[in-house]
């Protein structure tokens, strides 16, 4: 059986009528089913804008991008929302709950929106998912009494309530203090293994590539790099997840 | 639907403030186009019912004149210069007909064939001039309600009793059981018992109107069967002049007379008034649908972050844009029910001030109307905000930062 779940063909994305930006250029790339991949790169390299079109929020000035067999390329804004929905889990480095409701009712948010009403059987389930993530005894909480680490594993929560094939997080851990941000990690590895989920997790922190499967490295709107963590020495590649990239280390 | 009013619902309750002051805003609009609405409904009403109330809507005659007499003796009769001769309008002799044809109307609901004709009242030495109208008082009832409006004695015409304005039984010093003398245009003169007076609230009635039985006028005035005029009340009195136009082309040899167009200033008047109230009801209306707009643009601002979140969590366009409309109408109906509320209680502080000369009533039906009104609005003007965030980036949300 093919082991691919997202493949994206010489995706290219340019901004603006007059002065157009490449985001970016040419870029092809791969993405197998359980796989747990970071991103890494400068701002500006493209790693938001990549993970955006993989999640169906943008759509490739040219390419092809194809989620299992389905074209993503051609679908219309409502056949994108849905798609959405079913298959895709976003974890946003603000957490982004909203902040009008509880914590058990913003992980519903997804289920509300594909079926337009509540159901009590998508309700144990989000209670189930938040026990996963450690709040069971925080459900009732309004989005806006819970600390920062809350939010995330409650955002985590949300993504994963569809049942996703894919997880898509933008520096989940960009502003969670150094503990927060190992619960999240381990958190996110753990769902991975037990429920199998891919995931694609955009980075700076050093700690989180170092501990993925694979690590795609983008610089000026093309992938510079990509390669399984397992095939280098572990200082090797703590080396090359320095801010500035393998190559330039190594010849330094 | 569901999860588009939960979110409807919550947006608005966390910007309390926002919300609670846009709809003490509606509520305001409302409360006034009740007042304002109700209060020149009423005090229309109370104009139109003082001028024609107690008076007949359509008035039919004969269409012909005919000479009584010729003031030239030199001159035969047949031969008639303009100035010479005294003429009056012909009477009616075929009134049951038209009657019967009248009845068979669905907008008439008083149909009085009435005789009229003047006389002298002697009394103690005085002479008054004075209106007879000879009518059948049950048809008369309909018309001038005189049963209900009796001030003394009892409402009774027949034979020789006659009811007479409270006015003239005063000048004239006459109580009920008393008699007087009516002295006829042609000489004669016939006792007349007093059955009651009546107050129609209209001086010149009070003080020169009797009210005899018809029959008995026709013998007096030695007119057979006939009648002068033919007073008609109509369910509509506004649509007198739809109706008089109608039977102006069906009846013949009758001259059809309706109270607008011997009115025509008092509907001016009115129907200015009127237009001064529509054009105030429209721009309370229209500034509640721009206060409903700009608070729900704000929002959509406000929200952008929201929005984005549920639309990259798959929430489609359509959804987006159903949330905001559904504010609007929740705007609208709040707003429109505070209204409903205040507009009562303001027209019932007015009417418990004491002396006025009316009371402002209110139609259920121009409440919810006025209601359905702003709540309309309330989608209106949601319209271009749910297209704003319909249209929203939800990367633009997204980003970091």
């Keep these: 059986m093919d082991n691919t779940l997202l493949m994206g063909q010489n995706l290219v994305r340019e901004y603006g009528t007059e002065v157009i930006t490449r985001a970016l250029d040419d870029v092809s790339v791969k993405l197998n089913v359980k796989e747990f991949a970071s991103i890494i790169g400068q701002s500006g390299s493209g790693k938001s804008t990549l993970l955006n079109m993989l999640g169906a929020l943008d759509r490739p000035t040219s390419g092809k991008l194809l989620f299992r067999d389905k074209d993503l390329s051609g679908m219309n804004d409502l056949e994108m929302a849905q798609f959405r929905n079913r298959n895709i889990g976003f974890i946003f480095q603000f957490h982004h709950l909203l902040p009008e409701f509880t914590a058990l009712e913003n992980v519903l948010l997804p289920t509300w929106i594909e079926s337009g009403k509540a159901d009590r059987k998508r309700e144990a389930r989000a209670m189930e998912l938040l026990e996963l993530v450690g709040l069971k005894d925080r459900m009732k909480n309004m989005a806006t009494n819970l600390s920062g680490g809350q939010q995330q594993r409650v955002s985590i929560a949300r993504a994963l309530i569809n049942d996703p094939n894919l997880v898509l997080a933008d520096e989940p851990t960009g502003n969670l203090d150094s503990d927060s941000t190992d619960q999240v990690y381990e958190l996110l590895r753990n769902i991975n293994r037990d429920l199998g989920m891919s995931f694609l997790i955009v980075t700076h922190d050093r700690h989180i590539a170092e501990k993925s499967d694979r690590v795609i490295e983008m610089k000026d709107g093309r992938i510079i790099n990509d390669y399984k963590t397992k095939d280098r020495l572990p200082e090797d590649l703590w080396e090359c997840l320095a801010p500035n990239n393998c190559k330039h280390r190594r010849t330094a | 639907m569901k999860f588009e009013l939960k979110m409807a619902l919550r947006f608005m ?152 304005g409270s006015t003239l039984a005063q ?125 729900l643009a704000v929002s959509v601002i406000q929200k952008s972050k929201e929005i984005g979140i549920l639309k990259a969590m798959g929430t489609t366009k359509k959804s987006t844009s159903r949330i905001f409309i559904l504010q609007g109408l929740l705007l609208g109906i709040l707003g429109s029910f505070a209204g409903i509320g205040l507009g009562i209680l303001l027209l019932g502080s007015f009417n418990s001030v004491e002396g006025l000369s009316f009371s402002i009533t209110y139609q259920w039906r121009n409440v919810f109307l006025l209601a359905a009104i702003a709540t309309f609005a309330g989608a209106i003007a949601s319209v271009i905000p749910a297209k704003r965030s319909a249209n929203m980036n939800p990367m633009e949300a997204i980003k970091n930062g």
């Design chain 2, 13 to 164: 309750l966390s910007g309390k403030s926002q919300t609670l002051f846009i709809i003490i805003g509606i509520a305001v609009g409302v409360a006034v186009q009740i007042f304002l609405g109700s209060l020149i409904t009423s005090l229309q009403d109370s104009l139109v019912d003082e001028t024609i109330g107690n008076s007949a809507h359509i008035t039919l005659k004969s269409s012909e004149d005919v000479v009584t007499r010729t003031l030239n003796a030199d001159v035969s009769d047949d031969l008639l210069f303009r100035g010479n001769a005294v003429s009056t309008r012909k009477n009616i002799d075929n009134w049951s007909l038209i009657v019967d044809e009248l009845a068979g109307e669905e907008m008439v609901t008083a149909i009085s064939p009435t005789l009229q004709g003047t006389a002298l009242v002697r009394s103690g030495g005085i002479d008054r001039s004075v209106q007879i109208k000879g009518v059948f008082l049950d048809e008369a009832d309909l018309i001038y309600e005189i049963s209900d409006r009796m001030v003394t004695g009892n409402p009774l015409i027949e034979g020789n009793t006659a009811v007479i």
């Design chain 2, 171 to 295: 000048d004239m010093g006459l109580e009920s059981g008393d008699n007087f003398n009516l002295l006829l245009p042609n000489g004669g003169t016939v006792r007349l018992l007093v059955g009651g007076a009546f107050d129609l609230q209209n001086e010149a009635a009070n003080s020169s109107l009797i009210f005899m039985d018809l029959r008995r006028t026709q013998k007096l005035f030695n007119t057979g069967d006939a009648v002068s005029s033919i007073e008609v009340q109509i369910r509509d009195p506004f649509e007198a002049d739809l109706i008089a136009g109608k039977w102006k082309e069906s009846l013949d040899n009758v001259k059809v007379e309706d109270w607008m167009e011997l009115n025509q200033q008092l509907l001016t008047a009115l129907s200015s008034q009127s237009s001064s109230s529509y054009t105030i009801q429209f721009f309370v209306i229209l500034s509640i649908t721009l206060g409903i707009a700009s608070v």
